[in-house]
């Protein structure tokens, strides 16, 4: 009888999970239609972001807080001219 060989497998690198998620949440505004898209692309692009949701009126995205900061988030909508923040 033929023993089957067994290989290991490497394990994927932890992620986190749902419970270690924050999320951010702010009303704004944009000028144009593009810059919503263009802002949901600059955002999931972030190391850490584990989803986005953008409407015509607010932003909402569930992150890692061990990879990325609130601070880095608004950084990034503060960066794009045609997005106005509500004041927070």
């Known amino acids: 009888m033929v023993q089957p060989v067994v290989t290991p497998t490497a394990r994927p690198a932890p992620t986190a999970s749902v ?50 900061s609130e601070d880095d988030i608004v950084r990034t909508l503060r960066n794009n001219p045609e997005v106005k923040m509500k004041d927070r």
């Open 19 to 68: 419970v270690d998620l924050k999320t951010f949440h702010t009303e704004l505004s944009f000028a144009t239609y593009e810059a919503e898209e263009t802002v949901q692309l600059q955002l999931g692009q972030l190391a850490g972001v584990a989803s986005v949701s953008v409407t015509q009126l607010d932003i909402t995205v569930q992150y890692d807080p061990k990879r990325l």
